[in-house]
Nanobody, 126 residues
Framework: QLQLAQSGGGLVQAGGSLRLSCAAS?????????MGWFRQGPGKAREFVAG????????YYVDSVKGRFTISRDNAKNTVYLQMNSLKPEDTAVYYC??????????????????WGQGTQVTVSS
């Protein structure tokens, strides 16, 4: 069984940066098919932010974070990161990391994911 533990997040002013971490335990992160970062703002549905397949070099991002957020992986530490720069108030949300076992054509549907981190609050003040 894979367990995901998140860290990072907090309160930052608009234009600032934060880095979220998602550490896997129980088994190797890369033994899953793909992982993703999602967020859920107040009163909103859970939204895909970024993700990648372990077998691919590239990553995927929602348009609203392209050029500002970067997803990265450290296989040795069994950890995935989300670097968030130029943060905006609309980025305020609870952020979740997730992993999926099975190949799907898309990575942006939360219902496809098998494992979830506990979530971490990111608040961006204006």
């Amino acid at each position: 069984q894979l367990q995901l533990a998140q860290s990072g997040g907090g309160l930052v002013q608009a234009g600032g940066s934060l880095r979220l971490s998602c550490a896997a335990s129980g088994r190797t992160f890369s033994s899953t098919h793909a992982m993703g970062w999602f967020r859920q703002g107040p009163g909103k549905a859970r939204e895909f932010v970024a993700g990648f397949r372990w077998s691919e070099i590239g990553s995927y991002y929602v348009d609203s974070v392209k050029g500002r957020f970067t997803i990265s992986r450290d296989n040795a530490k069994n950890t995935v990161y989300l670097q968030m720069n130029s943060l905006k108030p609309e980025d305020t949300a609870v952020y979740y990391c997730a992993a999926v076992e099975t190949y799907y054509d898309t990575l942006d549907r939360a219902g496809l994911y098998d494992y979830w981190g506990q979530g971490t609050q990111v608040t961006v003040s204006s």
